[in-house]
Each structure stands twice: as C-alpha cells, then as structure tokens.
C-alpha cells in the first residue's frame, strides 16, 4: 500500500501571473468529519528563472516572516519577477491558528517529524507534502523563524550546514545575502528532522531566519525580514537588484550554536537573567539567578556561561524547570569556511 | 454567623527583629483534603516608626516586584530601620507558582475581588486577609505590578488617585520619591476593587508600580524596584537616606491613562505594532495593523491611537482578539494636582 | 461602596439616527491585563415610540436569533421607524464566541444569574448592565432563544408569566402579535433568573422565542424570526403594518411546560426517540429507549411520557445520563388567561 | 521482533449458536495499570453459509448501526440463519463510551489508521485485530456510519469502489439489496486508510452506510437500517428472504461524492445553509452565508455551491471555520458501472 | 427576590413505609439546557421517633458511607424501625459521580459552602437544600465522611464540638454509641462553613465519621460503619437494640486535631512517611522526608512531629507540594468534656 | 536517513569514581524551543566486574525503586564496589515530574513502546536510548516498579521469562537473591514491547519489582527494596556479602499471573473488595461487589474470581469501569524451572 498525498488545490503551478490560494488536506476530527485544513499557498511565476519555496508558520507563534511573506503575496507584481516564487507563509495551519509553536491537533513539533508520512497524523502529512511535493519543484527553500513563545533570539539569519562544501558555500552565500545583522551556523544538536536539514538533502539551496521572539511582533525584526527577502530575491536573480545595487556579499562575522551555548536551568524557579541579548560574554560568568519566590528566605541560584561569545538568545517567561533552556551563547564559527 | 479569617502564621507581628515565615490559609481541594496555602510573609521590625505593607504577586506573573522583595527579605539588617516592614513578595500564592495572572483554583483575579470574602473561594479570602488583617497595621501600602503576560509597560511608579486632596498629596509624594523614570496616575477604570483602591479607603498612603512586562523578568525593570524600594523606605523615614541624600521630590511629568489610550483589537489576527514603547504619538495616527496570517490575500486592518501622548503599553502576544488591548497612550495629567 | 457598572460606549441612546458599535466591558485575565468585552450594541432611533430592547447570544449556541438581529441592524432604515430598538444580538459575548451556552471565562449560565452583580464575575456583570443600564430605558423586552446544543425545540414564542393580569395580558398579546406556529408559557420552574423574569419584575413588557436548536441553525426557524421580528415592531407601532394590514391577534391555541413536561434520562446510555417533535402523545406512552451500546446483550431501558400533550423538545446529542431531558411534551395551558 | 494481536477472547469462532461477549485489548494507563478494553463481539452461527462481519461504533458518536446491531444481537435466533454473523456493533469501544468520533486514548480516528499496528497505540491495535484477525475469516464486511456529530447526511448505503469490476458489482449488489433510499459510492477522497478500503483489498465484499447523524439517533434513519440489514442478510442467504420475497436489486439512481463536492467555510463565523438535505441544487447557486455574530455591522459571506446534483449532507453546529465542510453534494455517478 | 429551592421530588416525607427516589435539582448546562441533577434520596418512615438525616457523598471520593447507606436503604424492613429515616447516600452527587471530592460543575467544595445560597452554583443550591429544607425535618444529622483521595485516616467518629454543654454531651453520646475504634474531636479550624457545624447551629444532634481514605474501599472500615449506623440507630431508638444489648456508652478515649497536628510539606517532592496509622509519636520526632527524585544528588529534607500523640492521617499520593499535610497527629482532648 | 540518539551528557561511563549527572534528551516543545530533558543519571564504578544498569521511574508513579536508588547514589562509596552501577532512577523524567504513569508529554507508557524509535516522540526516543546506548552497556538490567496510582500490590519481586532456560535460571536465581516476601513471574500477557522483555532480547540479567503502589510511598516496600538492592549487589559481587552472609538462594515458591488471574469490572461504579492482599481465595468465590451509588436502589453486581491463589494486587480507587482490574490472582507457578 504505497500512499500519496491526499492534499488537492487549484492553483497550477506551472502557470505564469499570480495564484493566490490553498492547498487543501483533508482532516477528519470529531468537530468536521469531512473538513480540510485550508494551508495558504500562493504561486507567483514569470519566465524563465529559479524556483523559491518560501515558508513560513513552520512554527505557529513565530509571525514576523509569515507578515511578510502575506506583504510579498499581496504585493509583488508577476511581470516584475524573473522565475516563480511558491510561498507557504502559514504551512503548519493548524498551530497558526493556535499561535501555538506545536500543532493543537496532534501535538506534534512540524520541524522534528520531517520527511513526514502520508499515513501518520495531520503534522506529518504537512511534512510529506512539502518533502514530496514541494521540494522536488524548488531550487532554494526559505524557512522563516523567529524565537516563538519560548525566547528572544537577535534578529538574525541561520546558515544550514551541508556535508557537500559547493552547497554549504551555495547556503552561506544565501545567507550573507539576505543581509541580516547577525549570522548564525545552526545545527539543531545535528537533528536530521528539520525542514532545512531536510531541504539541504534534497540538494536544495537552504536560507533560515531566526527573527525576535517572544511570540510577539518585533519593529525591528520586521524591517529586517522585508528588507532581507527583497535581498535574497534579487541574489537569485528573480527580482533586479536594489536601488543601491547589489547587496554586498562580503562575508560579516560568522557565529555558531555548540554544546556549550547553552545556559539550562536547574531548578524550578523564576529565572532573572544578568545581560541583555548582543552583550558579549564568557565562560564562568554569572549569566543569571533562579529565583524562588514563594519560599523567599531561599537564596537564589546562579547560573553560569559555558562559552564565549554573544548573548544570542533570552529566555521569554521568567518561570523556568529544569532543563529549559535561560541563555544561548553564540561563539565565532570555529568550523571550515568553504 | 460573622465569619473571620481562618489564616494562622506563627509570625508575632510585634516583635522587633526579622521573621521570616508563612501565613497558612486552609484550602480543602480533591489533591489535599487538610491542607493550607502557605503564603509567605516576613516582618522586620525595630523600635519606632511607620508600618509600611510591602506586597508583590498580586498577579502572578509579574516578577521584579517579587525579586526585589525578596532581596529586601534576606539582606535588610532590622537594626538598619526603623519602622516595621511587612513583606508579602508572593501574596496571591497559587498565581505566582502557576506564574498566571489569575488564581489558578477559583480563576479570580484577587486584584478584582476586594475587599474580599472571608466565606468565598480562595482568592477572595486572600484579599479579605489583607484588608481586614494586614491594612489595619499599616501606615503605607506599596503594591508592585509589572505588565504581564499580555502586556509591556514603561518601568513606571503608579499614583492611586484620593478623593482628600491631602491624601492624594501623600501618594503623590512617595511615588514621586520612589524615582521611576515615569509616573503615571492610574485609576483602572475607576474600579473600586483593586487592593490599592481599597487601601486608599481604609487611609493609607499607597504606592504601585508597573515594571515592564511580557511575562519574564527586565534587566531594566529590576533595577528601577531595587532602587525605589530604597528611596521609598527612605521617603518614609524607615531607612536613612541613601548616600546621595534624600531622594528628590522635585515633581517629574505626570501622566495619566484616560478613557481614550486604548488602542483596541478589531479583528481576530496578528497584531503588528509600528512604535516601540516610550515614543510620541497622536490621536489619528496609525498605531499598528492586524494581519489576517492564515488569509494572507486579505490586506491587513489598520489600528489608530485615540490620544496624544507617549506609548505606555505595548501588547506582548501576536495574536489578538476584538477587545484586546494593543497600545495604551499615556497623557499629560490633566486634573488638579493638589 | 456601592458598585456601579463598569462598562462604556460611545452609543448616545438618545440620538436619532442608527448606531451600531460596542458596549466595552473591562475584563483582566491573563490573556488580556487590560482588555474589554466588546458587546456589539445598535441604536436606531426616530422620534417619538417606544423603546423595545431585543437581545439575541444570551446563550451562546443559539444563532436564529443574533441571525436575525444582525440583519435588522444592516437592513432596517432609521426614517421608517417610530420610536428605539435597542438591539444586542450577542449579549453573552463569550459564550457566542465559544458556541457555547454558558460563558467560557467564568462558566455560568447568564439566564440564571439575573439581576447580576457588578462586583462579580464577567456574565454577572453583563446581567447587571442589563438589568441596571437597559432595563431601565426600555418599554419592551425581546429574549431570542432557541433549542441550544443539547435540543431541538418546536419553533414557538414563548410567554413570560407575570402576576399582575394586565401584565400578563401585554405578554401574551404580543407574544400572539409575533406569529410564531406554536405558543407556550414557560416559567422555568419558576426560577426568578432569568433575563425575561427579572425584565417583568422591572415593568417591561416582555416576548421570548424558542427556536429549532441542536447547536444549528434552521432554515424554517430562520424563516419564524425574520417575520416574528418585523411582525412585534408592527404591533407596538414601530413599524407600519405589514402588507398583509396588521398581523393577527386571534389567540392561537396556548401551550405550557408543567413539571410533568420532562421525560428524564434514569441511566448513561444513547436515547432513541420513539416520536418526531410535534406529534401527540399521551401520558403513560412509552417515549424512547435508553440503549447500552458498550454492552449489547443489555435490553435497553424503555422510558414513559408523564403529560398528555405534543413532543415539544427532543434531545440532540445522542449520549444521556441520569437527569438529562430527553423529551419535553407540551401541554395545552390550563391556568387562567386574562 | 514479530508483533501479533494481544487480544483475547473467551469466545469459540468456529462453534454453533449464540455467543455475546467480548474481545479484551490490554490497556496500560494510569488509570489502570493492567486493565483492558472490553470491546463487545457477537458470534452466530448455524452450519453452512457465509460469513458476515458485521461493525458499528467505527466513529463512537454514530449511533443506529450500533443500536440496530444491538437488536440482531439479542433478537436472532441462531437456529433462523444460515452460516456466521460476527457482530461487532462498538468496535471502537473508547470512542463509543465517550461519544466522540475519534478515540478519547489517542485522538485517533479509526478510520484512517489502517491497516493499523499491533504495536501502536490503543486505536491501531483494534484496527490491526481487525485487519489480521476478523477480515480473515469473513466473506462480507458490513461498516455503518451515520453522519457524526458535525453533519447530517441523508440516510444512505455507500459503495466502496474496488479495481476489479467482479469486486465493484459484488459491492453494488449487495448495496442495492440493503434497500436505503439513496446510494452513493464514496471513496473517501482515495485515502486507503478506511477500514473498508482495507476489506476490498482483502477480498471482502463490502457494504457501507451513512444515516443521518449530528450526533444523534434519527426515528427515520434506524427504521432503515433496521430493515436494510434484513434485507443484506437475505440477499447473502444468511436469513430467509423477508416475507415480500427477495429484496429487489433494481439498481436505483447511483449518486457519487466528487471533488467539486465539497461546500468550504471560508471564514470564521455562524453557517446559514438555505436548503435542506435532499433538495436539488446547480453549480453557481448560492449554498448559505456566513455571519459574524460578534461584529453584526459586517455583511455575511455568501458560499457557493460547485456541483449539479442534490444536498446529500448538512452542517450540524452552526459554528465554523476555514475548511469546515458546510454541505456536500452528491452528484450522479458518471464512471463506468460494472 | 426571595429565593427558594427549586428542587422537587415525587417523595412524601410524612408518608410512612419505604420511598426509595430522588430530588432534582435543576441545572441549565451546555449538555442539557433543561435537565436535573438526581439525588438520590430515600425515606422509610413508621410511626412515632426521632427523625435522623443520614447523609454520605459530602465529597464525592469517599466511599464506605454511601455504600453502607445504599444497603439500609435496600435492606431495612420499615416495620422494623420506629420513627423517620432521610437518607441521601450521594447528596453531592456530581462530585460522586466523578469520584471527585469538589463538584465538576462548578469546582466548590459542599463543605465550605454551607449555609449555602438558592441562587448560588449549583454546590450551593445543594447546601442550601440541606439547610433549609432537610435540616428542619430532622432531630439528629449523621454526615459519613472517609479521608477522601489525599489521605487515609484511622476509621474513626467525630465529635461537631458545640457552644452548649448539653448539646456536646448530646453529640458525644452518640459518636460514642456509634462504636468506632476511634473518636476525635474534628472542628475544621473552627471553620463554621461545614454541614456538621451549620446542623449544630440548627439545633441538631451530630454524628461524624472519617472511615479509612485514600479514594478507595477499604475492607475494615466498612465494618465499622455497617455495625456503627445499626448502633447509632439503636441509641435513638430507631431500631431496636442488637442481639448483644445496647451498645456501651462507656466513653472511650477522646482525641482532638489542635493547630499543631499537622506536618505540612515544605518543598515540592515525593514525601516517604516512617510511621503507620496508629503510632504513638511525639513532637520533635522525625516524621518523614521529602525527596527530589528528578534531583537524586540532593539529599532528602526531613519533616517533624509538632505534637505528641497518635498518627491519625496518613498521605495517600507520594508527590507533595508545599502546604499539603503529611501527616495528623491526634491529641488526647484537653477541652473540658460536658 | 539513519536516526541516531541526540541526547548528550558529560557523564564518562568508562571512569572510576561517581559521577552525579544528568543525560540531556533534546525536547523542542512550546513552552520552551532549544530545552531538554534533564534524565538524571549517575555511574558509580570500581575496577573489574558486572555493570549493572538499575532503572526507576519507568513509571512517574511508582516512588520506592526511585527512593531506594537516590539513596545508593548519595550513599554507596565507589571503593566499596567491584564494577559499574550505572543508576538511572526518573528515567521517565516527564512522568516522574508529574508523578503520573504515562508521559505528560506524549501520553505514552514508555514500558509500551520499546524498542523506541530515535525519530519519535520524547517517550519513544527514551526507550531507544535505552535500548541501544544503555543495554548495550550492562549486564545485568534491573527495572524498580510498584503497583502505581491504579492498584496496590503485595511487595515482591518479578522473574522475567526468557526462552533461554539458561537465561531464564540466571534471571530466575537473581530475583531469589533480591529476597522479596513474594516470587512472580510475570510476562505481561506476552507483550514484547516492556524495558524487561527487550532486555531479555538483549541477552541481560533481568530483575523486576512490584513494590506496593496505589500512587503513595510504603513504608514496608521502602524497607523490602533497600534490603534487595543490597542483596542483589551482593549477589553479583559487586557488593560484599552482608553481615549476615550471602543472601539464600533457596528458591522460594513461585507464583504466575496467569489469563484467568484478573477480576475485571463488568459495570461502571465503586468497587468493593471483599478481600486483602494476600489472602488465598478460590476460582468462582466472590472477590467484590460493584456499587451503584447514585442509584441506591440498585443491588450490586458481584464479581468472581476465576483462579485459585492468592491476591495478588487490589485495584485502589473506588471507582471502575468496564474492563478495569479490580483484583489480580497469583497462582503456584506451573510451568517448568529450569
């Protein structure tokens, strides 16, 4: 029993002009025995010239991509782009909706349960459209991240690594492109489970964002994701080049996520944290206190860095358990540059 | 039948010296038939002086007033003062370990429910307990806020309004002392069933705060309380004077929150606001624009602000609901100012 | 202290013209530290005439009425009436948000907390406005319900009892003026809860609805509604008489609900009706089956009618438990008509 | 590590008579440790003849194929029929215990885990005891579905197709036997994960229902079903032709459920259909409108119907949201019939 | 607005013989708009006597009383009594239902509502049917209560203390003639919200017990309270003595639960008891240790008697967060006794 | 794509010493992005000799195993030993955490779900690492439960089978060597997918417990276990024989739970057992009764046993339904010993 994707939309994207519309994957649940989970999908094409597969809602909570990948729906005129552009700017619907970083239907993380199973529940259904379907039409796929409801990250864009240096130079470059403030080699621990990582597999030329957080909206970080996906478009050669000319490509400071970026909590506690993000910091200082504040003659617990660096991410809610994840510390990339 | 509390502490409240311990409130719930909430409370007492009533966990996600009770709890040195401090850091216990606004066993917000009901649920005889047991001893009520979950403030003092011109003085003065970077006069709508309202009519002088926000603990925010519970003590005589001499009284802009600062959601969608906290604004000019992340073909709704002023609150959540408060403007105060 | 209603609208209840906007009522929950319930409240006003107040979603789950409301305020044009609708099709505004009949913030029943409280939870406080606000400036009071998620009404008007005949004689008639095909007293038991109760004991003369339910909406109740609705306005003079000269006043047959009405569910199972709505019956008939479907060699339990009269309500959900109605008979009103 | 059912079960498949009792599913949860789930299982028997697996309770809120099989249940006498009837009338025992379509244990729809998974949870192992236990010993596959608690279907008989067109017309005639005032072949979009679409690729013969549904017990619809499983066991010669001869197998009208089918929600609000099930519609025609109770300023939304034929199923809740499956028409086959 | 109850019952309180039925209290939830809550209550009457309310399922986790209740009402013969039996054996009967010891209705606690109110929730309304209509009817109040799901207490009878000597001694004698193993004096902190306390006001003689716990059916106490409810009945002369003679009235040992009976968690943990039920302890003594499983490296905190005496409760649920008692201690009574 | 476990610790398995740690298992979940789950972990090790894994909280319930080996981390001196403990006492972190049987995080038994899967859910990774990091480590695997909230068990010890009869014996004089009151073999009706069956698989010593339960600590398991430990240790040689010598290997009696073993509940009520644990009773005497306590006028239904034995385990709460394990039989062992 070999299964496909059950999903359907009326968009073609072979045609050239502007689909706004969905692809439908059917769900059947106690409130719609035969609904479908309506996941926008908007084709923009014109000509010869690459395919982008911008996504974004791969996490719910995270909206400053998603905001401007809807400005790029609405906005971008056909005539004036050179390839096709597929934008999922809310691929995890249901977890949208929820503003919710995981799925409400199943509970599942979208970005761990790649490359998705046609038969497994709507989480991973979603995956396996995007690695079945979406990829093989796409040469460069973007996902959009910010922080989400757990932390506040700097505003920044994320290097996936690829065992193959042309392709890991293909990503850099990408990357160095998009023109963010700060950049970021991220592995997730090595995790294979991601869209990106998944992506790289497929041979795809990857760009990754991880933009404010908080499960808020950022000023700041909105203007540097608009301005970032007009830069990549034209380092693909789908827009023309900016009014300044082409982004600059010469290479910023390169950071890296290693084991020891993170700072964990160890207690169940309120966790008070000593620096703002973009400070730089080091081994064995303090980076914050575990407060415990219904048993207030209870000293507080320090918490120390284990790397040098930048402080890349804060924690958001102060109530933290063991485990959770206060500080990350982003270290100069210590790894081979192709 | 006259009910009373039924709240026990081992605490002497008139004894000089530090102790640091618990008020017991019963609560018979499926998961403990015979047990108590055990609300910390601490007294510090030495010799003459006034009683100020120091309390923090009002609503339980708001951390810094907590943290700098707490502080205050284990370093003040009672021969250092003067006066008597009754320091309740997480009075609303069973909010501030969920780390909810509202209680998590009645769902009450205690800040709605004085002067409480020694007879009713939890919450409601917690409030009880501080108006009926704790105001009779105290000269002073200072009550510490940050914004929330939902929301970002300017670290600000908060003046309770007074019907006596000589009472409204009192709480202007010690705000003032308390030496916010803002201070902003804030009626709640004119409830009367907030814990400083009924201070003020049971005759105390009152002192609030609103420290920032967003559910998690400012860098910032924190060194405001640190600071202005050190002043106010002062203020008040109970310490002496900081190294710099008495704290300023010189009077700073006064504020206010008027029925027209609400910026407030339409829509049901992701909220994008466009001015960081602090900056001026005018009633007529866009204030953000709600984008509809799962219909991105439909152009985003546009808010106004209603009133000139500076933004006081910004909300931390993306996602909003018709109702929900996106930006509160603060105003120059406008009434007499006795 | 003497608590007032905390609630505020820019609707002027005593200009001319149509108005359609929010009452806001302040509500702090975790979700929202500062936010409103935005009630939606129209005015349509001109000249001289009555004031009928029309209120739909005082349960959340019952939407023929706000339907119809909704259309009255987008259709009805100010210069073709005489007099003041006040119109509030979703009174409970967190209960129709949720589809639900009772109120998601606080859980309670709106129909069962009147006269309210404006110190108590959300629905207390609507009630309390209501009573307090509303009551106060109307002539007329018009409760659109229907069957709701659990049942599944003959589409009727309902009369509200009241003690004094002449009172009751203002009920009936207007009730008979809506034009509904089935009449009924309802008294609830009794209970003095309700909205329609509490709106009798004020003076108002007073017109309910019963119409189709199970959570739905009906076509042919939709069709009752609109001409009820156009009908009453007729019959008070606020609009002209219908085409048709003015609507019947011939007193239909009148039906009541007597505490042998309800056929209660005696174990859990799923009920099987033996009879559609609107079919004779006789006290003593069997009324349905409670099935055990977990254990299939069970007989089922056989369930008896107690009145003689017409099925009235049947249940929606399948699933019963001990006490839930499974049918309501109607029976023709014995008490004395004034 | 091979996996095999961990059922048991105390009855004899291969013994003549009756035998009502139950297959135990061990069931480790906090509740209990070491308990099961009791799913009931019917064995009738008498000599020679075919087996037929007769199942209800797929969806746990779909309640006259239970109900009617319940009655078979108790009321066949073994000595009237000739070969086996194996009954399972909840065969989704959690679901049919709490009344929901999908399981309360692990969100499943049983449905669409098929062929299902000795060591998955609760939900895939009763659909692998069905896959490699019952659909073994059995010629005929019986499903009976009603609508569920979010539609309304007109009660029917449903064809599940088969590739081979021997297969198909064995589906078809025993359909047709069944005798429902409608049939209607539904392939459930081509998802293989239906329990009937695993009994076609078993071999089986298969017949399925929908009967009414919203959640609850339809007179009309069990007077069907009642008499359509007489009517299939006499056409399998398990039972004697009823006393007006053989069911005629004149095909009826086949209608079918195609792609354009579907009448989506595209907003969130409160459906308004304007036909009822069984009415004829065309392509174009407005099919209902949308209202927005909450905000009545706004105009409803009006959906459109894609397809000629006639409304073969309705919304129940009025409450929808993006995707939400409002009506469904059903058209008439236009493949080739074998 | 005078409230009252709403509750009806088909049962005629002064009819002699056996009535075995309920009270129905109407409840308007969004799973049945129109149906009751069914108590279950039973009246078995003959001629002259005291009249005695015996009550079980104050909380509805606490087993041996409503089942020992359930079998005098199935088995007494009432020719065999003398005088008037009400006996509700599930008078919270939501809570029974959901072997919870607070309602799932509305989350109250029966036990600290008293004396209830006609217009509160629904646990209210029940208190207010016990206070002003069953109270009234009766001469002695007998409420059966276990240690519910948090604990488990010696079997034991308590004594309602009360402000008259004669009434004690009334009360006394007969928790003394009821035959425990064990009687203590129980005032809830002198909480006046109880059903006991509230029947004591009334005038009524009380009965108390506190049968095993745990929130399951113990073995030995069951015994104790069949042989006790036979004895209390035959110390009001309901029945006739038992074959051994009037039960003694020789007073047993008394204890009480003073303020410092309880040792309360002080962290968050699993809690090890070192002694069983029963055991003499003294104040100082070790009485257990709270460990931190997720945290092994820390050693255990360790949790000391404050009272000499006898282990009266026990802990059921190892996890223990701060406030939950441990363990009781039972004081020999020091009051004086009348 | 070949899935490794992402789980990472600073803990040296190959040093001398002890080490106190923790495995760090990747957890991307809402509340926080980049956290982890804090598994601790200890090796204490000495020279040559067996590594011995110990496991508790396998179960978050399940609270003596964990106390007992907290105790050998904080206590044992690593000259003392002769090998490798490698002791991980929450290995269910999740579950511990919330002190429930099942993960919070996924709902899953991990004792279900071996031998894991490095791409699925949290539970499922744990087993794989245990599986495939941790077996393959260890010699010897001992796996600590107790009966957990659902039932209470005489405290003993559990002999895993093995197809081996050399493994079987080895397995078989190991648990004899523990010295519990009771010897079980136990085999989970054959499931394959147990921590002890796939360590069997694995070629490992296996020893199990089942240490009292019903949610709470023992005293007399705690004693049962802390005594076993050191016996076991003792029996393999890490330990030296304790004072008393090397424990005996005389083999006690052995007892089985064999498919007849359970008393299931056939109805939804309370149960009453008419027995205690370790009590012999008889295939066809009573073990219960099931009470309907809302329905007093209902007889209860009585359960039987259907084995010869003794009690083995008691389900704790009141509460049941069908197909719930209300006693548990253990019967003299009949198969053979090697």
């Known amino acids: 029993m070999k299964l496909v994707s059950t999903a359907s939309t009326d968009i073609d994207f072979e045609k050239d002009g502007k689909q706004i519309g969905f692809v439908n994957l059917p769900l059947s649940v106690h409130e719609d025995a035969w609904g479908v989970v309506p996941i926008p999908l908007t084709v923009i094409k014109n000509g010869k010239g690459p395919t982008i597969l911008l996504q974004g809602g791969n996490h719910g909570d995270e909206y400053e991509g998603p905001i401007a990948l809807g400005e790029l729906i609405r906005d ?10 597929i934008i999922v700017p809310a691929i995890n619907l249901p977890a949208v909706v929820a503003g919710r970083r995981t799925s409400p ?3 599942l993380n979208l970005n761990r349960v790649f ?4 038969g497994g529940t709507i989480t ?13 039409m796409a040469d460069v796929f973007v996902d959009l991240h910010s922080g989400g409801s757990s932390s506040v990250n700097v505003p920044s864009a994320a290097i996936e690594p690829a065992a193959d240096p042309a ?6 470059d990408a990357v160095v492109a998009f023109g963010a403030p700060m950049v970021v080699v991220i592995s997730n621990r090595g995790d294979p489970r991601t869209s990106t990582a998944t992506a790289v597999r497929a041979g795809l030329t990857v760009v990754g964002t991880e933009l404010a957080g908080g499960g808020g909206v950022s000023v700041e970080a ?8 007009r830069n990549l478009l034209a380092h693909f050669g789908v827009l023309p080049p900016g009014k300044d000319g082409p982004p600059s490509i010469t290479r910023p400071d390169i950071y890296e996520i290693t084991p020891d970026a993170y700072v964990l909590a160890t207690e169940t506690g309120v966790f008070e944290p000593l620096h703002l993000n973009g400070v730089e910091v080091h081994a064995g200082e303090p980076a914050g206190r575990i407060h415990f504040l219904a048993n207030p003659g209870r000293a507080p617990e320090t918490l120390y860095y284990r790397a040098d660096g930048i402080v890349y991410v804060r924690r958001q809610p102060g109530q933290v358990r063991p485990g959770n994840v206060c500080m990350v510390v982003a270290t100069p990339y210590r790894g081979q540059l192709p």
Request: hydrophobic share 50%; proline share 7%; no cysteine.
């Open 76 to 85: 971008l005129d056909p005539a004036s782009i050179a390839g096709r552009l």
């Open 105 to 107: 239907v199943d509970d």
């Open 115 to 118: 490359p998705g199973d046609h």
């Open 124 to 136: 991973a259904q979603i995956a396996a459209y995007i690695s079945d379907v979406l990829f093989p």
């Open 167 to 172: 392709h890991f130079k293909r990503n850099i």
């Open 222 to 229: 909105l203007a540097v994701v608009r301005r970032g996906l």
